[in-house]
């Protein structure tokens, strides 16, 4: 039985093109700039103020979104993680029919660039439950009586310095596939 080829550092370097590293920069770039276009809203109307003063069911209601916004965030967080480490492991070069290390470097990157926005995602999701949150609570007028809800852009915040902190470069996406080598062996 002949031994499968493998996958090494420079044919997964070499199906990182120019072009598709343009494109998931560029898809990087518009999933968090996204949120942050949305949040002007919120300011908007912060500056317009609120005629009526908010009621008790308008405070449960912003504490109740507020702690389903603080789940969501913990939930995107471990499960981007968990399903990025899942969709890009080398257990899928098994069930690859093509042997070819040029067509497996390829499928790599198409690969990491699902589990890239999988997990950009999900944190996005947070992210705009969040700026809702914050909406809600300004026409509620709750934001204006307890500002403490402004916490609530803090998932738009950690997804933002997420999105910077993972921009995709060369070697970053190269360090990545190396460290799902080794986690394989």
Same mark, same amino acid.
């Given at each position: ?13 070499? +199906? =990182? #093109?120019?072009? =598709?590293?343009?494109?998931?920069? *560029?898809?990087? +770039? ?9 949040? *002007? ?15 008790? @069911? ?32 080398? @257990? ?5 029919? @093509? ?5 497996? +470097?390829?499928?790599?990157?198409? /690969?990491? /660039?699902?589990?890239? *926005? ?7 999701? +947070?992210?705009? =439950?969040? *700026? ?11 934001? @204006? ?20 902190? #993972?921009?995709?470069?060369?070697? /970053? ?8 080598? #080794? /986690?394989?062996?």
């Amino acid at each position: 039985m002949p031994q499968p080829l493998t996958l090494t550092r420079t044919h997964f370097e070499a +199906a =990182l #093109t120019p072009g =598709l590293l343009r494109t998931m920069t *560029i898809m990087q +770039a518009a999933l968090v700039f996204g949120p942050l276009l949305y949040v *002007i809203p919120v300011f908007v109307l912060f500056n317009a103020g609120s005629v009526i003063p908010p009621g008790p @069911d308008e405070f449960l209601l912003a504490n109740i979104l507020s702690i389903i916004n603080g789940a969501t965030l913990l939930t995107a967080g471990s499960v981007g993680s968990f399903l990025f480490h899942q969709m890009f492991s080398s @257990d899928w070069l098994e069930t690859v029919p @093509d042997e070819n290390p040029v067509t497996l +470097a390829f499928i790599a990157v198409g /690969r990491l /660039r699902s589990a890239m *926005i999988l997990r950009l995602a999900l944190f996005e999701g +947070a992210a705009f =439950l969040g *700026i809702t949150v914050c909406l809600l609570a300004m026409i509620n007028g709750v934001l @204006d009586a307890e500002p403490a809800y402004w916490l609530n852009l803090g998932s738009l915040a950690l997804f933002a310095a997420f999105g910077i902190l #993972t921009f995709p470069k060369k070697e /970053r996406l190269i360090g990545w596939f190396e460290e799902m080598l #080794t /986690r394989s062996r």
